[in-house]
């Protein structure tokens, strides 16, 4: 059973930084595609990061340049450090493993940019 816990969320001000953490457990952590989602209050939930089993990583267009995904895999661990936040970017923020064809979400966690 995959378990996700997200942590690391918070209240900043618009152009601070915050780091999200996802520790994953289960063997099959390394070979997983993982990412990051945020769903805002009456928005759909969107993709804001992922990162291959290989490192590979993509970007939503409106974080590219401000946030970065990174992975440890000897700590069956995801990481999103944001910089540069916006109050555009308060959302709750949710961990994805996606290993075919089962798809596993976390619980989220608050982020809130204030003016």
């Known amino acids: 059973q995959v378990q996700l816990v997200e942590s690391g969320g918070g209240l900043v001000q618009a152009g601070g930084s915050l780091r999200l953490s996802c520790a994953a457990s289960?063997?099959?952590?390394?070979?997983?595609?993982m990412a990051w989602y945020r769903q805002a209050p009456g928005k759909q939930r969107e993709m804001v990061a992922v990162?291959?089993?290989?490192?590979?990583?993509n970007y939503a267009k409106p974080v590219k340049g401000r946030f970065t995904i990174s992975r440890d895999n000897a700590e069956n661990t995801i990481y999103l450090e944001m910089n540069s936040l916006k109050p555009e970017d308060t959302a709750v923020y949710y961990c994805n493993m996606f290993q075919p064809p089962n798809d596993y979400w976390g619980q989220g966690t608050q982020v809130t940019v204030s003016l």
């Open positions: 289960g063997s099959v952590f390394s070979y997983s595609i």
């Open positions: 990162i291959s089993s290989g490192g590979f990583t």
